[in-house]
Every structure is written in C-alpha cells, then in structure tokens.
C-alpha cells in the first residue's frame, strides 16, 4: 500500500508541474522577472505563509502535524527581511492579490474547523522551499546581484542536512495513524493547493499594474 508521502508525490505530480510553469515563475526561473514582480512574489507568498504559520502554531500539539513542526521551517521572518531588503519601506503598501485572499481564507477555515488537513500545505510550501527553492536561490542571486543577500526566505541554516532533513519528514509523514479516507482528503487538498499555487503565479503575471507602491527595484 502506498504511503502519504508516495501518495502525495504521485497524486500531485500533474499540478506540481504545472504550477511551476505558470505565470511568474516562468521568467522567474529564466532568471528574467524584474526586481519589483520579484517582490511582488514575495509579498503575496508572505501573506500565506503568515495564515499557514499562525494555524501550525495553534495547533503545535496536534500530532498529525508535528512532521512540519520543526520551528526552523518557519518562513515570515526571513520573508520579511528579503522584502525589506528588495522592497524598501513600501513593501507592505503592495496589494495582495484575489487568489491569494482565497489562499489565505482557506488556511483560516481549516485551522477553524480541520486544522490536520494544514498538513497538506505545509508539505507543498516547505518541501517545495528545501528542494525546488534551492534553485530559485542560485537564480535570484545570478539575475538579481544588487539583492545576493536577500535570499533568506531559502536559507534553513537551522535544519542541517537538508535532504536528510526531507528524509525525516517525508519518514515522519509516513508513520502517522491515518486512515485511507484521511490520506486521499490529504492528498485532495494537496491537490487544491498547487491549483491555487498556479491561480496565484498566473495573476502575478497578469497585470503588474495592480500591484501598488514598491522602492527599491524597478
């Protein structure tokens, strides 16, 4: 029988791949978004990861989530020091798109009423952060070098060895007491993550001229 990690890297492939070919991240990984998009990223991705970070520690004690409890996971503050880094002071000033709202309404509802399914979106954030993110950061480094330090948001100097550090998540994952009908709601939320994870980047690309008020790039 498979396991939820196998599950999830199967069942989510499709929309994986999707997601990262859509809209900004496109340029993004040609190394061509300009500085200002790139914040723009940025600030909706802080957004999320605000919503996701206040429901995973609501509910530090559940044990369905403590494979992703590991506190050096944990991406606001470094998120927040690359926004002011690339951003100036006005990075705030930036709009949050629709898709994000809907992202981040979602994340409320389940820590309200499922907070076992965060467990979903935290497997496609942070595994997305320590595996694909390590990419991004060499690019943004190359194709953004008046901002080489603002890559903390794919820093883990608290994790050590970061493959093994997957390792043991996706191990953790693997040993939780679910049953079937948990794992495919798992999955199936997963699934609706990367769907909106695409929502998202399309919008981003769509029209930079919503994007509000930013210093510090062009």
Excluded: C
Excluded at 114 to 123: E, F, M, N, S
Excluded at 124 to 150: C, E, M, N, T, W
């Amino acid at each position: 029988m498979s396991t939820l990690s196998l599950r999830l890297r199967a069942e989510t492939q499709d929309l994986h791949t999707i997601a990262e070919r859509s809209g900004v991240m496109r340029p993004l990984l040609r190394g061509t978004l300009p500085a200002s998009e790139y914040a723009w990223l940025l600030r909706n991705l802080y957004e999320i990861y605000a919503a996701l970070e206040s429901g995973m520690t609501a509910h530090a004690t559940d044990p369905v989530l403590a494979p992703f409890a590991h506190p050096g996971l944990r991406r606001m503050s470094s998120l927040h020091r690359d926004l002011d880094a690339i951003g100036g002071s006005q990075w705030a000033m930036m709009n949050v798109t629709p898709t994000t709202r809907r992202y981040v309404a979602r994340l409320v509802e389940l820590s309200d009423r499922d907070p076992q399914l965060l467990l979903a979106h935290a497997y496609v954030r942070y595994l997305g952060d320590l595996s694909g993110g390590q990419h991004i950061a060499r690019i943004v480094r190359r194709a953004l070098p008046q901002f080489d330090k603002a890559v903390e948001f794919y820093s883990f100097p608290e994790l050590g060895d970061l493959d093994a550090f997957k390792t043991a998540v996706r191990d953790g994952m693997d040993t939780l007491p679910l049953s079937n009908d948990a794992v495919t709601g798992m999955v199936a939320e997963a699934r609706h993550g990367f769907e909106m994870h695409a929502m998202l980047f399309n919008e981003l690309a769509a029209d930079a001229s919503t994007r509000g008020p930013m210093s510090g790039g062009s």
